[in-house]
């Protein structure tokens, strides 16, 4: 090991460990998190989380509001995908009453649930760059974001949580001229992203910044339960829309990018290869839309039947379930929220053992943590 | 579908290719327009539909169409609006005598304006609310109303706008 001092050192110098404190205010924690690392040298040997800063009490909001009254602060979880949490909570009612969703209303929740993932990647890709060094990546991301976020707000009316789906369907259909502002958009995305990449995949400072750094191996990672693409960089082949299909994904035909290596590079491809899948996606949605209804037979003030239900999306930072219990009144009686974040978290131990502080900073941003998340 | 790593060639493992190719592609985003909004003196027009401050709607009669009913009052969901009903001589007998919206709560979801049976509240495209102080953000009835008015979209429409 390359900490394990020289033999004839030993005797004479003694070292000790050494505890040290990231956060909770470091710009590279994107939100307040607090590491406390125990270091060896300039190797980290220990890492502690502390979480909790931005904690809001959001499953126990839920259980005061009325079923419809709950949806928007779910948008406030994952405040950077807030369209897919919003999916993620009303899929669970709709499963709970058993409510059938037009076709329409499904696929045009694909696109825009694939809107916001690529939304989401263009960000961490902008954050995750910067952390590590790459300052000109930010301005391009946030550019190709805010183009996406033009799109959602002259649908759903906001720019940042959109309080997106009513339960049993979609609220509006799209706008005049959205569709094509769409297509528009993804005509160019894709070489927008080819650009990108120019700036970094190749790039030999970004890759060796990045390879070899964060390992955690596929054992690991399925052990440590983590999911999306900081599961699917080691190569484990999981992902919720494929393997616990859910809304119109089967009718879509794309392909899951694995990494091999579980690295910060890994991750990073993987992450890259989603947003042009997603893109082929919203193509073969807005192809092949139904007509139809928007909203299923929901009536006005829900009053749910007994029981249980789970439920799970693929979020964009991994499979993010909703697990609802219901005592049949017209409120739930307990909402509990699996984070991606949350559970991600739990694998910056094995990531950063025995790497550089230096590196800490792209091992956390390659997981891609939103505190929103984590906290709840 | 296993990502493939790239290879790199020889003249790409030296620096200054990289360097090369960063400077480029920002020297190329010189000249493309530019998709910033100087935004003070540029303004920036919301789309329709775009959820801004709910405000209160004057009747083609002068008067504001609430009639209390405390629907909205019910569904907001951070319980941002406080309504006092009154009652009146008008044949619709009853209106809100007071009523708070108070703008550090609301969190614009819109929902206010999709159960309100009269089409007495709507959320107007109006985004610039910053205050430096939260108890200047709760708005009474009359600058609700008054809000409303100034509404340039509403000119003589009885419906403002489809619903959900
Ligand atoms: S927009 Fe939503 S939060 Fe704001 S007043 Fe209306 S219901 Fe309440
Ligand atoms: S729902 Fe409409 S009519 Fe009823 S109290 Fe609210 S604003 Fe007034």
New binding site residues.
Partial sequence: MQNEKPSHLKELVETREFELNMGPQHPATHGVYRAILTLDGERIQKLNSVVGYLHRGIEKWAEYRTWQQATPIFDRLDYLSAVINCHGYVGAVEKLLQVEIPKKAEYMRVICDELQRIASHLLWFGTHALDIGAMSVLFYGVREREAIIDLFEAHFGQRLLYNAYPIGGVRLDFPKGWIQACRKFLNTFNSRIDEYEALLTENRIWKQRTIGVGVISKEDAIAYGLSGPTLRGSGVYFDVRKSIPYSAYPDFDFEIPLGKNGDVYDRYLCRIREMRQSVRIINQALDGMPEGELKGKVPKIIRSPQGEVYFTVEGSKGQLGFYIVSDGKDKPFRVHIKSPSFINLQGLDVMSKNQLIADMVAIIGSIDIVLGEVDR | MIVKRPVLKWWERLYLPVVEDGLLTTFRHLFKKKVTVQYPEERWVPPEGF?GA?VLLTGLDGREKCTSCKL?MF????Q??RIVAGETEHPIEKYPQEFY?DYG?????????EVCPCEA?W?KHEFELADFDRTNLIFGKDKLLQMGRQEPYLKGKEKPLKKG
């Fill in positions: 959820r709910p909205c569904i907001c969901p951070p941002a609006i919206i709560l609301c969190i614009f979801c819109g929902y206010c304006q509240i959320l």
